[in-house]
């Protein structure tokens, strides 16, 4: 998959009917701009009056532009600088409706990866005719970022003998054409070789200048990010964790989590891990960015609660490897359940509150059920997570004791279970009526405090709220 380099991306409009398309777009790129037609639009980054002289202008800065507008005007207003096809950024037509993601020109500074992050939001096909991309799924011409090719000008002999039919085999570590569909063979007559940075062998001999070998030099990455994708559903993902997933070479999770990002991934190595090997998960992660990959760690929720980030940097401090010095260490946040739970219902967590995990697997019950009474004391509206599992069912009935020593019995309680996923469930009940098979794992318990009040809606159902007055 070729790769953006364009470090930012205009997003241009001429009427206000193209606004909610052109502000997904931003929404999902955090490098991206929202262009406007004065008088036209309202709502925009910036508005421009002249549209000629603002396209020519961002293309001449190298900015991919993004154009909510028919094709032909894109063209023909940047005709005039079409003169090096190794320069020219990325430059795309978007239909008004989304229906229609056309990339025009930038092959060689990944348009093509651009169109088809662009046409997912959309859930449409990008209208890609790049014969090589669309046999080999990789742009050869616009590597990763981390690779640059030192031969170009015998890519295209090169291509078009692989076009014709020939093999090719790889010599060296490129993760993004072993998984491509490139037709590799350990005795085809064309070679790919990547040579790393610094060891000597940046221009090999025999090699570069040759129609029949492409050479690549791969220079370290280092980074690792520590994402979190919200509760599971796509829309609650966080346009900054969006690009992060797609732009890693290796994605590290639990099954389930990776699962939720499937749909972002082209040709990201997965390493599945079982939901408890969370320390043997970091040190992976840890050890693959250390060999200049760039890593991704997903959590579902926030990362940073009861989740991967806090098992990272244990990790990272207790293990303390020389080589783990230079990773481009990252915390990507996302919405937590507590956070969703509570918004399905209202507002129960609108004055102070506090989360703890019911699961003694980490930490001994006796620290929990202290925890539990302090909180119930000083009046903490709660979140409950980690409530009840196949193998501890008995701590939910305990915390429930320590909550009515208390707290009354009519105390509103929230259980929502499988957030943003098939199957999501939000329930509003009494502290008094809380039962064991009320929960699972995957279920979130919002525990009111003596203030939060219960209204009735018109639909039958009821909304939930903390005042934020405490009197």
């Not at 090719?168 to 990547?194: C, N």
């Not at 490897?321 to 129960?348: E, F, H, R, T, Y």
């Not at 064991?436 to 009040?453: E, H, Q, Y």
Request: net charge negative; glycine share 8%.
């Amino acid at each position: 998959m070729a790769a953006l380099t364009s470090s930012t991306i205009a997003v241009i409009v001429l009427s206000q009917a193209s606004i909610p398309i052109a502000r997904q777009i931003v929404n999902t790129f955090p490098n991206a701009t929202l262009y406007g037609l004065e008088h036209r639009t309202h709502g925009a980054d910036r508005a421009f009056t002249q549209f000629g002289e603002t396209v020519r202008e961002l293309f001449s800065q190298g900015t991919a532009i993004v154009g909510i507008c028919a094709a032909g005007i894109l063209i023909r207003t940047v005709a005039p600088l079409l003169n090096n096809k190794w320069q020219e950024p990325p430059v795309l037509a978007i239909a008004e409706d989304g229906s229609a993601v056309v990339p025009l020109l930038g092959g060689l500074q990944g348009v093509n990866d651009l169109a088809r992050q662009i046409a997912a939001i959309f859930e449409v096909a990008p209208a890609i005719t790049t014969s090589g991309d669309i046999r080999f799924r990789t742009a050869l011409l616009a590597p990763p970022k981390e690779y640059r090719l030192l031969n170009p000008d015998d890519a295209k002999t090169f291509l078009a003998d692989l076009l014709a039919g020939a093999t090719v085999k790889i010599e060296g570590d490129a993760p993004w054409l072993v998984e491509s569909q490139l037709p590799i063979a350990p005795d085809a007559r064309l070679t790919i070789k990547i040579t790393e940075q610094g060891d000597g062998s940046a221009e090999p001999k025999g090699s570069a200048g040759r129609a029949d070998c492409l050479v690549y030099q791969r220079t370290s990455i280092k980074r690792l990010a520590i994402v979190g994708t919200g509760p599971g559903s796509a829309e609650w993902m966080s346009p900054q964790v969006k690009e992060v997933l797609r732009s890693a070479t290796d994605w590290i999770g639990y099954q389930t989590y990776l699962n939720l990002v499937e749909p972002l991934r082209t040709t990201q190595r997965l390493h599945v891990f079982d939901n408890r090997e969370e320390l043997e998960r970091a040190a992976l992660a840890l050890d693959l960015a250390a060999e200049g990959r760039s890593v991704v760690m997903v959590s579902s929720g926030d990362p940073g609660i009861y989740a991967m980030a806090a098992a990272v940097f244990e990790v990272l401090e207790r293990d303390q490897k020389p080589d783990w010095s230079a990773i481009d260490l990252q915390v990507c946040p996302g919405i937590s359940a507590m956070q969703a739970a509570a918004a399905q219902v209202g507002a129960p967590l609108g004055h102070d509150f506090c989360a703890i995990s019911l699961s003694d697997i980490l930490k001994p019950w006796e620290t929990i059920a202290d925890r539990i009474a302090a909180a119930a004391q000083a009046d903490f509206a709660i979140a409950f997570y980690n409530p009840v599992s196949k193998t501890r069912t008995w701590q939910l009935d305990k915390a429930k004791a320590l909550l009515l020593n208390s707290r009354s019995p009519d105390t509103p309680i929230v259980l929502a279970r499988n957030l943003g996923r098939p199957g999501q469930q939000t329930q509003v009940k009494k502290l008094g009526d809380l039962a064991i098979d009320d929960a699972d794992m995957r279920t979130v318990i919002l525990i009111g405090s003596s203030k939060t009040r219960v209204i009735d809606r018109a639909d039958g159902g009821v909304w939930v709220y903390t005042p934020r007055r405490y009197d």
